[in-house]
């Protein structure tokens, strides 16, 4: 069974610049996250979805910042326009909410955004 | 609000040796807990959870782990470790209880180190 799938896996940019992200997460999974990981820091949650609902966007930051949950399925993370402050690596998850699965989160492999 | 402490940066052990990441939590309800490994340039891996039942939980790779609720700990172990082994260790701990939001908060992470 494939994991959680992400892309790009890296990208460089030029502050200013538009960068999108795209995830495709674990078949049959309704929770999508994604998670900002800061170097040498532990993941933050930017957003969560169950299924096409966008349930905890706290801390999204909303003026650079969107994400969209098509359909229930994949999602795209959209940052417009970048800082050099988001430099960081952006990770997919996505699990099955239920009570037997305790919710585990799954990852995909990220996407490493660099911003020059 | 939820949190998770692991006070050791980094571990060091000789290979072959028992190793320990030591981590403790923060929550008002009833806690699932998540051990995640990080090799670099990776995503994170679900190393393995405790939800209810027997303290000591095993996982993947030899690796297991023991709630303990008094102490609020629940510490990653594994009789023999190996160079393999090396790799950043992340806790995380989701409050289980009704109003907990479904949120989960990750430490900042244990750098393990397996030498020969």
């Known amino acids: 069974e494939a994991g959680v799938v992400q892309s790009p896996r890296y990208k460089i940019i030029e502050k200013k610049q538009p960068v999108a992200f795209w995830c495709n997460p674990i078949s049959g999974h309704n929770t999508l996250y994604w998670y900002r990981q800061n170097l040498g820091q532990g993941p933050e949650l930017l957003i969560r979805?169950?299924?096409?609902?966008?349930?905890?966007d706290s801390q999204l930051p909303k003026d650079r910042f969107s994400a969209e949950r098509l359909k229930g399925v994949d999602s795209t993370l959209k940052i417009q326009p970048a800082e050099l402050g988001d430099s960081a690596v952006y990770l997919c998850?996505?699990?099955?909410?239920?009570?037997?699965?305790?919710?585990?989160?799954?990852f995909g492999e990220g996407s490493w955004l660099t911003v020059v | 609000a939820q949190s998770v402490a692991q006070p050791e940066d980094q571990v060091n052990v000789a290979e072959g040796n028992p190793l320990t990441v030591k981590c403790t939590y923060s929550?008002?309800?009833?806690?699932?807990l998540f051990w995640y490994v990080q090799y670099p340039n990776r995503g994170l891996q679900f190393l393995l959870k405790?939800?209810?039942?027997?303290?000591l939980v095993k996982g993947s790779y030899g690796f297991e782990a023991e709630f303990n609720k008094s102490q609020t700990s629940f510490h990653l172990k594994k009789p023999s470790a190996l160079v393999s082994d090396s790799a950043l260790y992340f806790c995380a701990v989701r409050d289980n209880s009704a109003g907990g939001g479904n949120k989960l908060t990750f430490g900042t992470g244990t750098q393990l180190k397996v030498e020969l």
């Open positions: 405790y939800i209810t039942g027997d303290n």
């Open positions: 998850a996505s699990s099955l909410v239920g009570l037997l699965t305790g919710n585990t989160i799954y």
């Open positions: 929550v008002s309800g009833n806690p699932y």
């Open positions: 979805y169950e299924n096409e609902e966008a349930v905890d």
